[in-house]
């Protein structure tokens, strides 16, 4: 199986911040790479697919890239519907995984 | 506007068995490759099993391999997961999720989840 190993696990940030998430891959998975945010008690939201593509309706000021093994989600100008855990997610093949998660809160 | 409905969670007993139900609507179900996420309390998600977009085969993930069956009734808009010999870890919240039409790029719509909880 490929292991997804996101860091950190957690963050501290403020409102207006950049917030850099990374994840790699125990394996190369080419851009096989998807960002979701999740809030307690809601459905998971799909952000960047294909490491660096952003899923329509998600703001701008999220961005990713990377290829291979090495990702990296960024969240530029922090808002406070941000604060949020994001999990990365490798589909290039089965089983799917997911990262740990980061928890990002105030 | 693409929903995702699921059902069937509840207070199950260790060792027994449940089927959960996904109803999707605002799409063409039969079209779409769907799967079953699972996440634990205070833990992370957890791909349970899926149908493949790019070959439609079933997959399923290790730690339910072996007590797991996927199925889906398109003539219903259902997909539905039975899992048996149920144990504590199993404890979770389950939701399925659906990929978009090109393979390989996430799962775009997911439901609200529903809670199994495994426990004498």
């Known amino acids: 199986d490929i292991q997804l190993t996101q860091s950190p696990s957690s963050l501290s940030a403020s409102v207006g911040d950049r917030v850099t998430i990374t994840c790699r891959a125990s394996?190369?998975?080419?851009?096989?790479l998807t960002w979701y945010q999740h809030k307690p008690g809601k459905a998971p939201k799909l952000l960047i697919y294909?490491?660096?593509s952003l899923q329509s309706g998600v703001p701008s000021r999220f961005s990713g890239s990377g290829s291979g093994t090495d990702f990296t989600l960024t969240i530029s100008n922090l808002q406070p519907e941000d604060f949020a855990t994001y999990y990365c997610?490798?589909?290039?093949?089965?089983?799917?995984?997911f990262g740990l998660g980061t928890r990002v809160e105030i | 506007e693409v929903q995702l409905l699921e059902s069937g969670g509840g207070l199950l007993q260790p060792g027994g068995s449940l089927r959960l139900s996904c109803v999707g609507s605002?799409?063409?179900?039969?079209?779409?490759?769907l799967s079953w996420v699972r996440q634990a309390p205070g833990k992370g998600l957890e791909w349970v099993s899926g149908?493949?977009?790019?070959?439609?085969?079933?997959y399923y993930g290790g730690s339910v391999k072996g007590r797991v069956t996927i199925s889906r009734d398109n003539s219903k808009n259902t997909l539905y997961l039975q899992l048996s010999g149920l144990r504590a870890e199993d404890t979770a919240v389950y939701y399925c999720?659906?990929?978009?039409?090109?393979?390989?790029?996430?799962?775009?719509?997911w439901g609200q989840g529903t809670l199994v909880t495994v426990s004498s």
């Open positions: 999720a659906k990929e978009p039409i090109t393979p390989g790029r996430g799962f775009d719509f």
């Open positions: 605002g799409f063409t179900f039969s079209s779409y490759a």
């Open positions: 149908f493949s977009a790019a070959d439609g085969n079933i």
């Open positions: 394996q190369s998975i080419a851009t096989y």
């Open positions: 294909a490491a660096s």
């Open positions: 997610q490798q589909t290039s093949d089965v089983p799917l995984t």
